[in-house]
């Protein structure tokens, strides 16, 4: 557990020191891009779309589990709020209280701190956030929201591949995990996460490869905001 920590602490760290290069620099590599936030159903390859298109684009990306452990530590939440300016926490602290009063939330600890931690990124941009409800937090006239999807006998078959399970155990994974997701977006976002209305974009893997749907939403993005 230690070590995971310590790996967060590090990631962060590293993150920090880039924001700061950036900002002392005054420039940003691909200022006319918007935060892209990634959900997926299991099973769908919506994890290794996000990885090539943050590869494609140059983007910074993070991951469920990496954003799920930043708001767990207080120590990693402070040092991403350290990385906004007084204009930047107020209108970080400003959004958040607008999304809890119009989407009618009850944020718990853990809640506020989710909130926090994705704001403070989407501040910075240039990133490509997975997961942990991020579409639902961040404004979405500077975010592009991506929903990966795909029949649920070829996501079993993928984990089944992937993992090395038998069929009924690969069901078995991507239902609860499914489950699992539908259940955190409808508990701390008060949303479904299976409405298009809420993505811009709603991708099916089945008929398409991974590098191919990346590179299809890399070049939609690149074409739209330059």
Do not use: C
């Amino acid at each position: 557990m230690k070590t995971k920590a310590r790996s967060i602490h590090q990631i962060v760290e590293d993150q920090v020191k880039k924001w700061n290069r950036l900002q002392s620099e005054a420039a940003t590599a691909k200022p006319g891009l918007p935060v892209i936030t990634v959900s997926r159903e299991p099973g769908s390859g919506g994890k290794l779309i996000a990885q090539g298109i943050a590869d494609m684009l140059g983007l910074d990306l993070f991951h469920q589990a990496v954003i799920h452990e930043m708001a767990q530590s207080a120590h990693v939440e402070s040092r991403l709020l350290e990385t906004l300016d007084e204009k930047g926490l107020t209108v970080l602290e400003d959004w958040i209280t607008s999304l809890v009063r119009e989407r009618h939330l009850w944020p718990d600890e853990y809640a506020q701190h989710l909130m926090k931690v994705i704001v403070a990124i989407g501040k910075h941009g240039q990133a490509v956030l997975v997961g942990r409800g991020a579409n639902f937090v961040l404004p979405p006239d500077k975010t592009f929201r991506l929903r990966v999807v795909a029949p649920l006998e070829f996501r079993v078959a993928n984990v089944a591949r992937d993992f090395g399970v038998a069929t009924k155990e690969a069901k078995r994974r991507v239902i609860r995990t499914e489950s699992d997701r539908k259940a955190f977006i409808r508990k701390y976002f008060n949303a479904d996460i299976t409405d298009p209305l809420n993505y811009d974009l709603v991708l099916n893997t089945e008929m398409v490869n991974i590098e191919a749907a990346a590179a299809g939403v890399a070049h939609l993005l690149r074409k739209q905001f330059g």
